[in-house]
């Protein structure tokens, strides 16, 4: 299959959607960092089929974006989970999170944080967009909710 350059948009859907993944299997696995990107770089980003092309050409992730998004999140991940936390409905724990959920809500949540070049509605839209590939429309709700309440506080 031919590889097309992907648009600027393609490129970080999939990055997003890729650091999300990885962010997951750091979760699963505590895989070190540095091995953990290695793994995406050589075998993952890329191998995303993009639906909306007829040729189903692969859809390359922006390798330095899928970086600064899983290596951020994880610096920062105290800091984005007492965000998240302070977000959620009362007696609700982000523990009690599924695991993919609190995932996409970290990676979102650290886009609102330290990516002021995204603008808020691009990131909303996009970890929905993640949300939608795992989740039914009420989770995705939720991700729309805990995102919004997020820029609200940070931006």
Request: aromatic share 8%.
């Amino acid at each position: 299959m031919s590889r097309s350059a992907p648009s600027k948009s393609q490129a970080r859907a999939a990055a997003r959607l890729a650091a999300v993944q990885a962010l997951y299997q750091h979760q699963m696995e505590e895989t070190h960092l540095a091995s953990l990107l290695d793994e995406f770089h050589m075998h993952r980003l890329g191998g995303e089929v993009d639906p909306e092309l007829d040729d189903a050409q692969y859809a390359q992730a922006e390798v330095a974006f899928f970086d600064d998004v899983v290596k951020g999140t994880l610096a920062r991940r105290d800091e984005i989970d007492a965000l998240i936390s302070g977000k959620l409905a009362e007696g609700w724990k982000i523990e009690r999170l599924d695991r993919t959920m609190l995932q996409i809500l970290r990676a979102g949540a650290y886009e609102l944080l330290a990516r002021a070049d995204v603008p808020t509605p691009t990131v909303i839209s996009e970890y929905l967009d993640v949300a939608h590939a795992f989740f039914d429309a009420r989770e995705t709700k939720f991700v729309n909710g805990v995102l919004d309440a997020v820029a609200k506080a940070v931006r």
